[in-house]
């Protein structure tokens, strides 16, 4: 996706779906849990092992599972909060991820902006305890994040609507390009792995842009 606005403009691949909104079906699908890719098919097959089998990464990411369905049942009509799918390894052009799925039904009364309020910003970014969590990163990180891990989406007049997370996403600013990209911390996390799943999580935007420059280069060589 992308979204153009007077002075800077966003180019986005990212994976993560925030919330869907469709008649009445609310949907989520958190990622939590990330391994490089492989480079062949066998120890792509061992990474994904690995990460299925990791207990930190397991527990990590049931924490936020839960945390996502606590968000989606503060709008969802009274038993209709469910997990159609939980802990799939899905796999991108660097990295692969755990993923899963939360569905419910939206209840009596509520609309696509309650819908936003419950689930905004979103938990995989927060961690939990949600607001605890947010006090914590204004109080430590330097900078501002700007416009990474909100949100880019859209709303139809019928009350549908879809949103991501601002992930895997260059920021277009004054002709320089900003990516942005971080790691779950919990008490047993490894400074140096996080660091590199940051990485590895920019790679893939870094090597878009850099291949993008060969090929208009290899254009204007042409057209000289």
Same mark, same amino acid.
């Given at each position: +996706?992308?979204?153009?606005?007077?002075? =800077? *403009?966003?180019?986005s691949g990212s994976p993560e779906?925030?919330?869907? @909104?469709?008649?009445?079906?609310?949907? /989520?699908?958190?990622?939590?849990?990330?391994?490089?890719?492989? @480079? /062949?098919?066998?120890?792509?097959?061992?990474?994904?092992?690995? @990460?299925?089998? $990791?207990?930190?990464?397991?527990?990590?990411?049931?924490?936020?599972?839960?945390?996502?369905?606590?968000?989606?049942g503060k709008v969802a009509a009274?038993? $209709?909060?469910?997990?159609?799918?939980?802990? *799939?390894?899905?796999?991108?052009?660097?990295?692969?991820?755990?993923?899963?799925?939360?569905?419910?039904?939206?209840?009596?009364?509520?609309?696509?902006?309650?819908?936003?309020?419950? =689930? =905004?910003?979103?938990? *995989?970014? *927060?961690?939990?305890?949600?607001?605890?969590?947010?006090?914590?990163?204004?109080?430590?990180?330097?900078?501002?994040?700007?416009?990474? /891990?909100? $949100?880019?989406?859209?709303?139809?007049?019928?009350?549908?609507?879809?949103?991501?997370?601002?992930?895997?996403?260059?920021?277009?600013?004054?002709? /320089?390009?900003?990516?942005? %990209?971080?790691?779950?911390?919990?008490?047993? +996390?490894?400074?140096?792995?996080?660091?590199?799943?940051?990485?590895?999580?920019?790679?893939?935007?870094?090597? %878009?842009?850099l291949a993008s420059e060969e090929? +208009?280069?290899?254009? +204007?060589?042409?057209?000289?």
């Open positions: +996706s992308s979204l153009r606005s007077p002075g =800077f *403009t966003l180019v779906l925030l919330v869907k @909104l469709q008649g009445e079906r609310i949907s /989520t699908r958190p990622i939590a849990g990330t391994r490089r890719r492989g @480079l /062949t098919p066998q120890e792509d097959a061992a990474m994904a092992a690995e @990460l299925l089998g $990791s207990e930190k990464e397991r527990a990590e990411h049931i924490m936020l599972v839960d945390l996502e369905r606590n968000d989606l009274y038993g $209709s909060v469910h997990v159609p799918e939980l802990m *799939t390894v899905e796999h991108y052009s660097h990295v692969m991820h755990l993923v899963s799925q939360v569905e419910g039904r939206l209840a009596p009364g509520k609309g696509v902006y309650d819908v936003i309020a419950a =689930f =905004f910003p979103g938990g *995989t970014i *927060t961690g939990a305890p949600k607001v605890r969590t947010m006090e914590i990163i204004e109080e430590l990180e330097p900078v501002r994040r700007g416009p990474y /891990t909100g $949100s880019i989406g859209w709303i139809d007049y019928n009350g549908n609507m879809e949103l991501n997370i601002i992930i895997r996403t260059m920021a277009v600013l004054e002709g /320089t390009g900003y990516i942005q %990209a971080g790691a779950g911390i919990v008490i047993d +996390s490894d400074p140096y792995r996080e660091y590199r799943e940051c990485q590895n999580k920019a790679k893939g935007m870094i090597l %878009a842009v090929e +208009s280069a290899a254009k +204007s060589g042409i057209r000289g």
